[in-house]
């Protein structure tokens, strides 16, 4: 196994074409496998993958919402398409060199509207600065740690690499070849060439100056970043880093020298994070805690085993309040609700995606208000008793925090606008986040009138215009019968009314007629004889890559829908930022905002971009 520069000296003379000698399983630098394996960044979950030829489909990273959108027929709509779509480093890289500020301002925008910038557009946005040597922008994008992280740096890396790595294939081949090797062992490395393939870009190399350049950036990692990292992440990513760089422990990282080390087996210094939480067991973790400020998506593993003392000082060192509104559900008791309470009242920020925000906002809604959270249709059942109400010190500082949220987030939608809920009973599972979904659009839309459809129309409790309302339709919308979203297309077609935009929250399961119209039809005779409106659909799916049976049927009659696609048996209010960025970058509002950043770019210097990216 390779180790550290210092305990590698012996084979550095080898120079850049090794690997093929190394012992590696990829036939580059023993040990890289696979163009970075899948060690992860902040949050991770899931281990390095550590044999294997890089795979191009790696750096790609799954979006949250499966959105039909559509890519626009302009410079910023394709810009767009590269950074929410699959793309190739060849499309960021010729995009740099065309207009390098645009290009900029679109991943800016896109990230101020909460439009989630796929890892994989990141990855060869850094890998296209630094094939053009532009090295202070590379240097700008790394500062923005949250969104060029470890992971983003050695895909990158990798990427370059990969014609260099593509010709130590190619000789361990025929090396195989000529000793007549097992016919098995010479298909994986043509299945790991075959991968490698798919995406060599067509310009750049880890050259001498961008090794001295990422080696630097190493060196200016926060000591308690670094910690973080040996406590909750795997090493692999950090050994495959040390190896394509030679990073020296004393050289590269004088903050903690221990660290690479560290990654290679070596015990962390007795007095570091790392060492006090080495031994953490459900059994001393509450008397740790009271001992040292250990991060918590450390202790929560051990949740269930924490003293009030331990959860109350928890809360009260944990700088992001953010944290504990995230996992209150695990923190709960008398001493945490005062703790948030007089956090709030000091000011301290709440800086929630405005989607968790409201998911965190209606499960205190109904903490307090003794609705059951396990059921989906209102409150209680069957003759059940309802919970007891629980009191929520801190709700009332939070219902201002969200409505001036709310009222930042307008939807950039024709008006006058028109939302149907579903609340048939095939919603039940998701029936509480598609009326939130519903009545949030509504608020959001000025101009807008909001219904629901089961077999026939239902009427809204309320019009929702601030967050109260958007909470008090959410649990008051119970769901009970058949399927039929006609209903409510049906009242604006017989009084002709003019809708520019219908918004409709469902999951596809039409099952019935109105007035003798499903709402395909319905909608096609509304759009030529009344007005050609256009039409979003927000659809709860079993599966993100189903297209859905109202779609498809919307599209065999010549109709293109808008649509956004949550899971339905999972569905998540936090991914709601990444929903309402998408639907304003298809407006021509997202265009006005790119060429404003453009002219500040310009004027003020690539610098100014680390505003929209932290």
């Given at each position: 196994?390779?180790?550290?520069?210092?305990?590698?000296?012996?084979?550095?003379?080898?120079?850049?074409?090794?690997?093929?000698?190394?012992?590696?399983?990829?036939?580059?630098?023993?040990?890289?496998?696979?163009?970075?394996?899948?060690?992860?960044?902040?949050?991770?979950?899931?281990?390095?993958?550590?044999?294997?030829?890089?795979?191009?489909?790696?750096?790609?990273?799954?979006?949250?919402?499966?959105?039909?959108?559509?890519?626009?027929?302009?410079?910023?709509?394709?810009?767009?398409?590269?950074?929410?779509?699959?793309?190739?480093?060849?499309?960021?890289?010729?995009?740099?060199?065309?207009?390098?500020?645009?290009?900029?301002?679109?991943?800016?925008?896109?990230?101020?509207?909460?439009?989630?910038?796929?890892?994989?557009?990141?990855?060869?946005?850094?890998?296209?600065?630094?094939?053009?040597?532009?090295?202070?922008?590379?240097?700008?994008?790394?500062?923005?740690?949250?969104?060029?992280?470890?992971?983003?740096?050695?895909?990158?890396?990798?990427?370059?690499?990969?014609?260099?790595?593509?010709?130590?294939?190619?000789?361990?081949?025929?090396?195989?070849?000529?000793?007549?090797?097992?016919?098995?062992?010479?298909?994986?490395?043509?299945?790991?060439?075959?991968?490698?393939?798919?995406?060599?870009?067509?310009?750049?190399?880890?050259?001498?100056?961008?090794?001295?350049?990422?080696?630097?950036?190493?060196?200016?990692?926060?000591?308690?970043?670094?910690?973080?990292?040996?406590?909750?992440?795997?090493?692999?990513?950090?050994?495959?880093?040390?190896?394509?760089?030679?990073?020296?422990?004393?050289?590269?990282?004088?903050?903690?020298?221990?660290?690479?080390?560290?990654?290679?087996?070596?015990?962390?210094?007795?007095?570091?994070?790392?060492?006090?939480?080495?031994?953490?067991?459900?059994?001393?973790?509450?008397?740790?805690?009271?001992?040292?400020?250990?991060?918590?998506?450390?202790?929560?593993?051990?949740?269930?085993?924490?003293?009030?003392?331990?959860?109350?000082?928890?809360?009260?060192?944990?700088?992001?309040?953010?944290?504990?509104?995230?996992?209150?559900?695990?923190?709960?008791?008398?001493?945490?609700?005062?703790?948030?309470?007089?956090?709030?009242?000091?000011?301290?920020?709440?800086?929630?995606?405005?989607?968790?925000?409201?998911?965190?906002?209606?499960?205190?809604?109904?903490?307090?208000?003794?609705?059951?959270?396990?059921?989906?249709?209102?409150?209680?059942?069957?003759?059940?008793?309802?919970?007891?109400?629980?009191?929520?010190?801190?709700?009332?500082?939070?219902?201002?925090?969200?409505?001036?949220?709310?009222?930042?987030?307008?939807?950039?939608?024709?008006?006058?606008?028109?939302?149907?809920?579903?609340?048939?009973?095939?919603?039940?599972?998701?029936?509480?986040?598609?009326?939130?979904?519903?009545?949030?659009?509504?608020?959001?839309?000025?101009?807008?009138?909001?219904?629901?459809?089961?077999?026939?129309?239902?009427?809204?409790?309320?019009?929702?215009?601030?967050?109260?309302?958007?909470?008090?339709?959410?649990?008051?919308?119970?769901?009970?019968?058949?399927?039929?979203?006609?209903?409510?297309?049906?009242?604006?077609?017989?009084?002709?009314?003019?809708?520019?935009?219908?918004?409709?929250?469902?999951d596809e399961e039409e099952n019935?007629?109105?007035?003798?119209?499903?709402?395909?039809?319905?909608?096609?005779?509304?759009?030529?004889?009344?007005?050609?409106?256009?039409?979003?659909?927000?659809?709860?799916?079993?599966?993100?890559?189903?297209v859905g049976q109202m779609v498809?049927?919307?599209?065999?009659?010549?109709?293109?829908?808008?649509?956004?696609?949550?899971?339905?048996?999972?569905?998540?209010?936090?991914?709601?930022?990444?929903?309402?960025?998408?639907?304003?970058?298809?407006?021509?509002?997202?265009?006005?905002?790119?060429?404003?950043?453009?002219?500040?770019l310009k004027n003020k210097g690539?610098?100014?971009?680390?505003?929209?990216?932290?």
């Open positions: 196994m390779p180790r550290t520069r210092a305990a590698r000296g012996a084979v550095r003379g080898r120079g850049r074409g090794r690997g093929a000698n190394r012992g590696g399983t990829g036939g580059a630098r023993g040990g890289r496998g696979g163009r970075g394996g899948r060690g992860r960044g902040r949050g991770a979950s899931r281990g390095p993958r550590t044999t294997g030829a890089p795979k191009p489909m790696e750096i790609d990273q799954e979006q949250s919402i499966i959105a039909n959108v559509g890519v626009l027929d302009t410079p910023v709509g394709k810009l767009r398409g590269i950074f929410t779509g699959k793309c190739k480093f060849d499309d960021h890289y010729d995009a740099q060199l065309q207009d390098l500020e645009q290009y900029l301002s679109v991943m800016a925008v896109l990230e101020k509207s909460g439009v989630e910038v796929t890892q994989g557009a990141k990855v060869r946005c850094l890998a296209a600065s630094w094939a053009r040597h532009d090295y202070k922008l590379a240097e700008i994008l790394l500062t923005c740690k949250d969104k060029f992280s470890l992971r983003e740096v050695l895909k990158a890396l990798t990427l370059l690499d990969s014609a260099r790595e593509e010709r130590a294939l190619e000789k361990r081949l025929k090396r195989l070849d000529l000793q007549k090797a097992r016919p098995s062992k010479k298909g994986k490395v043509k299945n790991d060439l075959d991968n490698i393939r798919k995406e060599i870009p067509k310009v750049g190399s880890v050259s001498g100056a961008l090794v001295r350049h990422v080696a630097t950036w190493v060196s200016t990692i926060p000591e308690q970043d670094i910690e973080f990292f040996a406590v909750f992440l795997p090493k692999e990513p950090w050994r495959k880093l040390a190896d394509i760089l030679h990073l020296h422990p004393q050289k590269h990282q004088p903050q903690c020298p221990w660290f690479l080390p560290h990654c290679y087996g070596k015990d962390a210094p007795p007095n570091t994070l790392v060492a006090q939480c080495s031994n953490m067991t459900a059994e001393n973790v509450s008397e740790l805690v009271m001992g040292c400020d250990v991060p918590y998506s450390h202790v929560r593993k051990h949740a269930s085993a924490l003293t009030v003392p331990a959860k109350a000082r928890i809360a009260s060192y944990t700088k992001e309040l953010d944290t504990i509104l995230w996992y209150f559900e695990e923190l709960d008791c008398k001493e945490v609700h005062d703790i948030i309470n007089d956090r709030l009242g000091r000011g301290d920020e709440v800086k929630l995606p405005y989607g968790k925000l409201m998911e965190r906002m209606l499960y205190f809604h109904m903490l307090k208000e003794g609705i059951s959270a396990e059921k989906k249709g209102g409150r209680g059942s069957g003759g059940a008793s309802a919970p007891a109400k629980i009191e929520v010190p801190f709700f009332h500082k939070l219902i201002p925090i969200a409505d001036c949220r709310l009222r930042e987030s307008g939807l950039p939608l024709e008006q006058p606008v028109a939302v149907f809920g579903d609340a048939s009973s095939s919603m039940q599972v998701a029936i509480r986040t598609s009326t939130i979904v519903a009545s949030l659009f509504c608020a959001m839309c000025g101009s807008s009138n909001l219904t629901f459809f089961e077999a026939k129309l239902k009427e809204s409790p309320l019009q929702p215009e601030t967050i109260e309302g958007v909470l008090e339709v959410s649990v008051k919308v119970t769901a009970s019968g058949s399927t039929a979203p006609a209903a409510c297309l049906y009242p604006y077609f017989e009084k002709k009314q003019i809708i520019k935009t219908f918004v409709i929250v469902t019935t007629s109105s007035n003798g119209y499903k709402f395909g039809p319905l909608f096609k005779k509304y759009y030529e004889t009344v007005y050609p409106a256009k039409l979003v659909f927000v659809s709860f799916l079993r599966s993100q890559h189903q498809k049927e919307l599209k065999n009659l010549g109709m293109n829908p808008m649509q956004f696609v949550f899971n339905q048996a999972r569905p998540d209010l936090t991914k709601l930022d990444h929903l309402l960025g998408l639907l304003s970058s298809s407006s021509t509002s997202f265009n006005e905002e790119v060429m404003g950043t453009v002219k500040e690539l610098e100014h971009l680390q505003k929209y990216l932290q």
